[in-house]
Structure formats: C-alpha cells, structure tokens
C-alpha cells in the first residue's frame, strides 16, 4: 500500500543536539513533499515543502530537509535544536493530479530537555 | 486575518449519541478539508469540499459520517451515531485556490472522546 513512513515515534534530545527524523515515501513518481508541526497547544504550521529544483530545502526556524529521490526519502534536519523546538512533526506528501489532499506520516514526537 | 476555527475544542459523547464538529474555513479559502487523527496513527485525509461541493470523499470511513457545506463557508462533520472508533482529533484545513498547491492552514482540531 502507499504510505508514508515516520521511523521515529519518540525522540528526546538535549538542546545543541542535531536533530534529524527520518521519512520515506512508497509512492512512485512525481510528489509535493511537507513536513508540518505542532507545538503543544497549537496548530500544524508547515515548516517546509519541496516542490522541485534543489533537494535540499530551507525552511522556518532553522529546519532544512534533503529529498532523496533514489531513497523515496524526505529527512527533516536542524543542526543545534533548542527547547522550543520541543513538539509534534509530521511528514506529508500531496500526489499529484489530486485534490491537493495530505498523506501524512504517524508524526514524531520530539523532545528538547534544556 | 482570523485562521481556521473549529468547534467545540473537545467533545465527550457516549456511544451512539450524534456529534457535529463546526469547522470556520479562512475567509475567502474555497477548499476545505477536514482530516482525523485516530490515536497513535497518522493523520487521515477524511475528504475535501471546493465551495459548497464535495470534490472527494474517498477518505469517509462509513455512512455514519456525513459532512456539509452550505453556501460554500464555514463546514459541519456529523457522527451519527458515533462508535467507540470515531475518537481521535479532528482536523479542518482550507487553502485558496485550486490548480497549483495552495498552502493549506490547520484548525487547532477538535478532540472526539466516545464512551
């Protein structure tokens, strides 16, 4: 079946920690790739996307994430994380000709100890 | 500009009582989607309105379900009658346009518990 994958569930970190959470993706051919949050108490905000041109996509708050068309893989990374980072993440891809409905991934819940 | 707004916040029911979940899309947005997280699983698309017209249901679970959008604004999702299954967060998104991506924006979810 087509999925999207989140490897990690739980991750706890220290802050200045790298950060990187795993996501692959079954589907074949061309797709819209996210990664959302959720900060506690708060909306999915998205973080970043890639549509297409360079892999490696800058997004809010010091997240960038590298599409990896061989692997079917969308790894979100930060270099140093902070407390506030603290929250729910979520991978998605949109397929295309579509609603441009999400299918999204278990979601990873990060944890930042000060 | 107000974001998407959903009612109520958290919901209490027992078992085969109804439930209506109010979803207030981002004026102006005419998709509208709603999605629903069962605990522990990933993030479900349920299905997707364009104005007042559903453009895809595929995600409905059952006819248990039924969702409405009169006059193309705010969206209701009904339960009828709700099973210990339906509990989870439920979610709205409403984007603009159609055509090329469009970013969606998320309600802040309502929480469904079944008794």
């Known amino acids: 079946a087509q999925s999207v994958s989140q490897h990690n569930h739980h991750v706890i970190l220290s802050e200045a920690a790298s950060l990187e959470l795993g996501c692959n993706y079954s589907y074949g051919g061309t797709v819209n790739l996210f990664w959302y949050v959720q900060y506690p108490g708060q909306h999915l905000q998205l973080l970043l996307k890639?549509?297409?041109?360079?892999?490696l996509v800058k997004g809010i708050k010091g997240f960038e994430a590298e599409f990896i068309k061989s692997k079917f893989s969308f790894n979100l990374r930060k270099p140093s994380v902070q407390w506030s980072d603290t929250a729910e993440y979520f991978c998605?891809?949109?397929?295309?000709?579509?609603?441009?409905?999400?299918?999204f991934g278990t979601g990873t819940s990060l944890t930042v100890i000060p | 500009e107000a974001g998407v707004t959903q009612f109520p916040s958290h919901s209490v029911i027992e078992k085969g009582q109804t439930v209506t979940l109010r979803c207030d899309p981002i004026s102006g947005h005419d998709n509208l989607y709603w999605y629903r997280r069962v605990m522990g699983k990933e993030i479900k698309f349920l299905l997707h309105f364009v104005k007042e017209s559903k453009q895809d249901e595929s995600g409905m679970p059952n006819n248990r379900f039924l969702a409405e959008r009169t006059g193309g604004t705010y969206s209701t999702l009904k339960v009828q009658p709700a099973e210990l299954e339906d509990s989870g967060v439920y979610f709205c998104?409403?984007?603009?346009?159609?055509?090329?991506?469009?970013?969606?924006?998320f309600g802040p979810g309502t929480r469904l518990t079944v008794l």
């Open positions: 998605a891809v949109i397929l295309p000709n579509t609603g441009n409905q999400f299918y």
């Open positions: 890639y549509f297409s041109g360079d892999p």
């Open positions: 998104a409403s984007s603009r346009d159609r055509g090329t991506y469009n970013e969606q924006f």
